[in-house]
T-cell receptor, first 111, second 114 residues
Framework: TQLLEQSPQFLSIQEGENLTVYCNSSSVFSSLQWYRQEPGEGPVLLVTVVTGGEVKKLKRLTFQFGDARKDSSLHITAAQPGDTGLYLCAGAEPDDYKLSFGAGTTVTVRA | GAGVSQSPSNKVTEKGKDVELRCDPISGHTALYWYRQRLGQGLEFLIYFQGNSAPDKSGLPSDRFSAERTGESVSTLTIQRTQQEDSAVYLC????????????FGQGTRLTVV
C-alpha cells in the first residue's frame, strides 16, 4: 500500500488545455515535493511546499499543499508538449524526514 | 561531487550472474534511497539508508537483493543470481535530513539481464 496515492495514473490532453494531478494521504507530512521525470533521466525536483495551505507558482504550474498537510495538487495551465513527463509527489515523514513517493502520473500533452 | 553519480550507466549481464550497482551521493547528504523503475512505470522503493544503517529495507524484493553503505558515502546495491525480471532502471537518490528533505537523483543504471 502506497503512503501517497496519486491520481490519475495517466493523463493525455491536447496542447492548451489545463490539467490537475492529485496527491493524497491519510498521513501528515512535514513537507511535500513534486518532481518531474523525462524519459532516460532521473526525476528532477520542481517545488517543495512546507506550510499547510501554501500555494506556490512556477510559471504555468501551481502547487498547493492541503491545510492539514496530508495532500497536494499540481495544476498546469495551458499545457504544452514540453510538459510531457512522469510527475511524482513525495512526502517527508515528520519523525525522521524519510521520503515516501507516490506511484506517479504520466502526463502526455499532444501538439 | 556536484550531483548524485551512479555507475555503471548501463549493464548487460547474463542470467544467473551477480551484479553490483554503485551510487555516490551528494556530499553531506545523510539519507540515501534506492528505487527500481520498470519501463513506463513509477518508482518502486527498495531500501532507505540513514547514515550507514538501513532503517527501512522493506522494498527489497527477495534475498537475492542486498545493499550496503559506507558511512555517509558510497552505497552499493548487489543483485545475486540475476533473473530476467530484474531488468529495469535502478535509481539512487540522496537528501539531507531536514524538514524540507529534497531528494536529488542520479541518472540511473539500466540493467538488462539476457
Amino acid at each position: 500500500t502506497q503512503l501517497l496515492e496519486q491520481s490519475p495514473q495517466f493523463l493525455s490532453i491536447q496542447e492548451g488545455e489545463n490539467l490537475t494531478v492529485y496527491c493524497n494521504s491519510s498521513s501528515v507530512f512535514s513537507s511535500l515535493q513534486w518532481y518531474r521525470q523525462e524519459p532516460g533521466e532521473g526525476p528532477v525536483l520542481l517545488v517543495t511546499v512546507v506550510t499547510g495551505g501554501e500555494v506556490k507558482k512556477l510559471k504555468r504550474l501551481t502547487f498547493q499543499f492541503g491545510d492539514a498537510r496530508k495532500d497536494s495538487s499540481l495544476h498546469i495551465t495551458a499545457a504544452q508538449p514540453g510538459d510531457t513527463g512522469l510527475y511524482l509527489c513525495a512526502g517527508a515523514e515528520p519523525d525522521d524526514y524519510k521520503l515516501s513517493f507516490g506511484a506517479g502520473t504520466t502526463v502526455t500533452v499532444r501538439a | 561531487g556536484a550531483g548524485v553519480s551512479q555507475s555503471p550507466s548501463n549493464k548487460v549481464t547474463e542470467k544467473g550472474k551477480d551484479v553490483e550497482l554503485r551510487c555516490d551521493p551528494i556530499s553531506g547528504h545523510t539519507a540515501l534511497y534506492w528505487y527500481r523503475q520498470r519501463l513506463g512505470q513509477g518508482l518502486e522503493f527498495l531500501i532507505y539508508f540513514q547514515g550507514n544503517s538501513a532503517p527501512d529495507k522493506s522494498g527489497l524484493p527477495s534475498d537475492r537483493f542486498s545493499a550496503e553503505r559506507t558511512g555517509e558515502s558510497v552505497s552499493t546495491l548487489t543483485i545475486q543470481r540475476t533473473q530476467q525480471e530484474d531488468s529495469a532502471v535502478y535509481l539512487c537518490a540522496s537528501s539531507r535530513r531536514t524538514r524540507r528533505t529534497e531528494a536529488f537523483f542520479g541518472q540511473g543504471t539500466r540493467l538488462t539481464v539476457v
